[in-house]
């Protein structure tokens, strides 16, 4: 296991490297200039020309991409253009924010959405079937921003309960948590239900069924983790967008995080800001599909012995040898 996690980490260095040149590419050649943006249409030809020297910009495009490259190696993203602030710093004073609402949104999506998902596929074809798959399908074609809208509309302007934005105690959250999650719940409850169902299917429930199991312990401790795999690496993979950054949620909630943050980059042409999101995205999203494949080992042993086998293997071959 622990050859294959490095195998992963190694894996991961090309990745990035490929995610910082494509990016730094595509900041390149984007229209619209940072520093016309920054000083406005007032500006002189000099003062252009003073603060492109100042930003680097005036350098030639390989040797900016060799310097971005190399601060990248020593965790440097450069300093925002607008702001002046270091990037990597900026990255860990918002991070924080943004892992507390994704942990939340997760949280709240696992705890309803597996059992209403669960439930459906043992009530399959029934009226409380139908109704939670017509609840669970209007929640997913609700666009997020919308709803993030509605809610504000509802619990913040007309009836005053919650807080439309800023940070501050637990009630900052809620609206925040409620607007990103909903529609993640409705898709882990659909694809629980269409795991369930596959499963509960199997011969292997049949003969559970007939040596008098309980449904309470053939639902629990034998469909459902043979139901996991799908449903955790939908989790897994929501984790990662959530970690990259709550764009819309932050932006419509004024919630200092790293998808804001993203956001205000992509507007004011910052090339560094977008920049180090982007690999902070690409960074944070692999690691998370490492820990679903090291989650789907803990769920299936027949995955963890895959990836046991190779080092077994050779050891017993170096003991046989």
Known sequence: MGRYILKRLIQMIPILLIVAILIFLLMSFVPGDPVQIILGDQATEMQIEEARHNLGLDKPF?????????????????????????????????????LLIALLCIVFTVIF???????????????????????????????????????????????????????????????????????SLAGIARQTRASMLEVIRSDFVTTARSKGLSERDITWKHALPNAMIPIITILGARFGMLLGGTTITESVFSIP??????????????????????????FTFSIM??????IYAFVDPRIKAQYAGPAKAKKKAEATA
């Open 257 to 282: 995080g790293i998808g804001l943050y993203m956001i205000n980059g992509i507007n004011n042409r910052d090339y560094p800001i977008v920049q180090g999101c982007v690999i902070y995205i690409a």
């Open 62 to 98: 390989v040797q900016r991409l060799v310097d971005y490259l190399v601060g990248i190696l020593h965790l440097d993203f450069g300093k925002s253009y607008l702001l002046g602030t270091p990037v990597s710093q900026e990255l860990l004073t918002r991070f924080p924010r943004t």
């Open 289 to 294: 599909m490492l820990i679903t494949d090291l």
């Open 113 to 183: 959405g597996i059992p209403i998902g669960i439930r459906c596929a043992l009530r399959a074809d029934k009226l409380e079937d139908r109704v939670w798959m017509f609840v669970t399908l209007l929640l997913s074609s609700m666009p997020g921003f919308w709803l993030a809208l509605m809610l504000v509309l509802l619990f913040s302007v007309r009836l005053g309960w919650l807080p439309s934005n800023g940070i501050g105690g637990w009630k900052y959250f809620v609206l925040p948590v409620f607007a990103n999650s909903l529609g």
